[in-house]
């Protein structure tokens, strides 16, 4: 089993910055790539990024350039830059495996919020 506690979040104004940590523990050897959800008011959970251990990179059309995801270790990291009020989420910390199709997220934080309002 792996646990993953994100921290971070709040409420921040338009064109503000917030980051977001989330730490894994237990079971490390069973997963090979970490991941941002987030889930918007009446929308479906969505990835906004991703990094695996070879280095790969994913970002979401709508936040690439402003979000930054990066990891250490068992620390996985999203620093969000110039926030605009469709920002505005649940953030989730994702772990899992990389698969031929993509990446299987099987491991899921609680979820922190994120509201971007002036």
């Known amino acids: 089993q792996v646990q993953l506690v994100e921290s971070g979040g709040g409420v921040v104004q338009p064109g503000g910055s917030l980051g977001l940590s989330c730490e894994a523990s237990g079971d490390i050897s069973s997963f090979d790539a970490m991941g941002w959800y987030r889930q918007r008011p009446g929308n479906e959970r969505e990835r906004v990024a991703s990094i695996t251990q070879r280095g790969y990179f994913y970002y979401a059309d709508s936040v690439r350039g402003r979000f930054t995801i990066s990891r250490d270790k068992m620390m996985v990291y999203l620093q969000m830059d110039s926030l605009k009020p469709e920002d505005t989420a649940v953030y989730y910390c994702?772990?899992?495996?990389?698969?031929?199709?993509?990446?299987?997220?099987?491991?899921w934080g609680q979820g922190a919020q994120v509201t971007v309002s002036s």
């Open positions: 994702a772990a899992g495996r990389v698969v031929l199709r993509g990446i299987d997220f099987t491991y």
